[in-house]
Each structure stands twice: as C-alpha cells, then as structure tokens.
C-alpha cells in the first residue's frame, strides 16, 4: 500500500509531461504561405497541370498511406507544427467545404508557388515555366477573403490572432529553381534576392497589419545538397563541394539570401516591437542532417533522392518519381531525399523537431511553460 501511494505521484508526474510534449507549442490556430515545402493540397485541388504524379503513390506512401497532395512520402514541417499545437493537420485552401470548421487554421501553400508575382517571370519569358500562378500575393489574397468568416470586429480579431501562428514560407526557393533551371547564372540569382527578399518581407507586414502577432519566417535550404542542383550542376572539379558533397557556390547563396532575409526580418522588428518575428532557420536545421546522417538514421544517405529514375543521385529529369522508369526505395526514412527536389516524412521531422524543441527558431516558439 505504501509503495502504491509513493508510486501514485511518478505516474501522474509522467502522465503529465507526456501530454506537455505531444501539444507543446502554445497556439489555437496556425495560418500557412509557401510552396511545395507546405503544401497540404492546393496545388493538386487546382488541377496539378505541372505535376500530375502528386496525385498518385509513392506520394503519400508512409504515413497518410494514399496521396494527400503533399511533396513527399508523408508528414511535412507544417504538419509536425499542428501536431505539436495539438491542432488538426491545416485544410487546404482550396478545398474548404461549406460549414467546415477551419478556426484552427489553414493553408495556403501551393506548391511550385513563387515569392514574387508570376507576371515577373513572364515579363521575363519564363512564365511558361511556372507549375502555377498562385504567388504569394495571391495566397495573401485568399486569406483576406477568408478573414471576415474567422473574425469580423478588431477587438475580436485581435482576440483571436493573439492566439495565431502565421507561417510565411519557406517561399522564394522556386523563384531561383525556376531562374537556375533555366539557365541563370548564380549571379543572376543574387541580383534577384533583395526583390524576393523584399516580397517576403512584405507579406509579413500584410499579415501584422491584419492583425498576425507572431510569425514565423523560414529561410531558404541548403540547395547545394539537393539532388536536382547536384545532378544538373555537377561538376568535375572537386573544389566546388564541400566534404559532404554538396555544392559549394549553391549553399553559399542559400546563405546569401538568408542573410538578407534576416535584414530585413530585423528591420520588421523594430518598426512593429509588438509582433514577434520569428526566423526559421532551415538551412542549419536540414545541414545537420548532412553532417551526421547515421545519427538520425539515413544510413543510405542523405543527397541520393529515395525515389527516382537513376543517375548518381537518383535523380532523372526524364524518369522522375512517380513517372515511368522510376521507382520508389524499401525504406524511405533511410532516406533524407524523397524525390530529388522534396525531403522525406524523416527528414521534415527533424527539421521540424529542430525549430519547435532545438535552436533553429529564433526566439522561439512559443510553448506552455513546462
Ligand atoms: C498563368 O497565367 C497565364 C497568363 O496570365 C496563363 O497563360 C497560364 O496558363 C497560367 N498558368 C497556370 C499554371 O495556371
Ligand atoms: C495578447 O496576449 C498577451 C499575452 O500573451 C496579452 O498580454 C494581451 O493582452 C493579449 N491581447 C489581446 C488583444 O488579447
Ligand atoms: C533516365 O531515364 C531515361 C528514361 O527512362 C532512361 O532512358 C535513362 O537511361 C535514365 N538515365 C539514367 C542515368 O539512369
């Protein structure tokens, strides 16, 4: 009897942490921007012209166990955030239904989505390009459409925005994607980041002017080590990678327009003290993976893509994952690449457990105090 009431408190004790970690971070609702790293639907609702095969397996193989949408074999960073605010995952957009409920959040990602407005890539003859016309001032667009059905007075907005996350990215990695795959020059790409830096930037104050109190702002991935850039821009000078075999000049300008972004992130700081602006740094988060890969158990590598149609990479532009000639690996969470352009269910977690419990979020997230 004794033993049974000194055990009684450890059980409760544990009970209670357990349910701390599973809804650790302290919001009601969150409202998501970006592109394939976050999307939960839109791009397939709106008819996927571009990329048909995200409406088949092996997309959606490990988790959801059919496809969802989403550019991966399962959960992505913005789920595992839902999942830490014990929230349900974000609806898409584009497929709210009449008398959904949706107070706790939507997304508005589409994937292939650009930073700036797609008339800037057809002034540019590449708008042909783009997998899609729903840019970041179009995503904003729908969410002041949607606004007046969350909350109609200021005082009630303010009310329930206090309780929000908007996360505004990651967003303007296609916006280089688009200009590299076509040719552009790294020069040519950083001529280009204070525009995408600055679009950005303003979305973030749309939303603090809306009433968003705290943000969360992804920067850009370390693209050197992305199947794609390592398949299209492979060289034979070894200089040009790192000793984890990424391209160098490729990671330096993720760097490069991460360091903007964070100017300008600062810059928003001061002119709204009110709001907490928050940097994601994504590049260390998804670099550590890099650097010790058996650590988090991708004991086939992290820069070889799980699924594709050959190459040194497993990336084939003509074979791509989920098209003939392709095929999927056993075990995707061996795997820190899914497709050769979008990271794994494994890899996204890490990430994403990073920037909720690790130092990637700057300040952090907020949390129920423990
Ligand atoms: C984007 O808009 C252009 C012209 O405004 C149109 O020709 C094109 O088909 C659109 N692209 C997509 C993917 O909807
Ligand atoms: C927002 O939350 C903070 C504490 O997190 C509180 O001090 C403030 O009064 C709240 N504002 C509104 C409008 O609810
Ligand atoms: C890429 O895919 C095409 C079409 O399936 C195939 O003919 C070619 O051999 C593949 N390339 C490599 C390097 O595997």
Request: hydrophobic share 40%; glycine share 10%.
């Amino acid at each position: 009897m004794k033993n049974f009431i000194t055990c009684l408190p450890f059980f409760l004790v544990f009970g209670f942490t357990g349910a701390v970690s599973a809804t650790s971070l302290q919001y009601d609702s969150v409202f998501n921007f970006g592109d394939s790293l976050s999307d939960t639907g839109n791009f397939l609702l709106s008819g996927a012209l571009a990329f048909p095969v995200i409406g088949k397996l092996p997309y959606g193989e490990t988790f959801f166990r059919h496809p969802t949408g989403r550019c991966s074999d399962g959960r992505l960073v913005i789920d595992f955030i839902a999942e830490a605010a014990g929230l349900p995952y974000l609806p898409p957009f584009l497929g709210l239904g009449k008398g959904q409920d949706f107070k706790h959040g939507v997304n508005f990602a589409v994937a292939g989505a650009t930073a700036l407005d797609s008339k800037f890539f057809y002034e540019h003859n590449i708008g042909q390009i783009l997998w899609t016309n729903d840019s970041l001032s179009v995503q904003l667009d729908w969410f002041k459409k949607l606004k007046p059905s969350l909350c109609t007075t200021k005082q009630e907005c303010d009310k329930y925005f206090n309780k929000s996350l908007f996360v505004v990215g990651e967003i303007g990695g296609n916006d280089y994607n688009y200009a590299s795959f076509v040719g552009g020059s790294i020069k040519q790409l950083r001529a280009s980041v204070p525009l995408v830096v600055q679009a950005i930037a303003g979305a973030a104050t749309l939303l603090i002017e809306e009433g968003a109190v705290e943000l969360l702002v992804p920067g850009n991935l370390p693209i050197g080590c992305s199947a794609v850039y390592l398949t299209l821009f492979q060289s034979p000078n070894k200089e040009d990678y790192d000793k984890h075999g990424c391209l160098k000049a490729y990671n330096a300008f993720s760097k490069y327009h991460n360091k903007q972004l964070k100017g300008a992130l600062e810059i928003l700081r001061l002119k709204y003290p009110h709001a907490r602006i928050i940097y994601a740094d994504y590049y260390a988060a998804a670099k550590r993976i890099n650097h010790s890969p058996n650590r988090y158990g991708f004991y086939n590598g992290v820069l070889t893509a799980c699924c594709g149609g050959g190459g040194p990479y497993n990336f084939n532009n003509s074979a791509r994952c989920g098209h003939i000639g392709s095929k999927a690996c056993e075990n995707p969470s061996t795997y820190a690449n899914w497709d050769g352009i979008h990271l794994t269910e494994a890899a996204y977690k890490i990430i994403a457990k990073g920037l909720i419990y690790g130092p990637f979020s700057r300040p952090p997230l907020r949390k129920f105090p423990l």
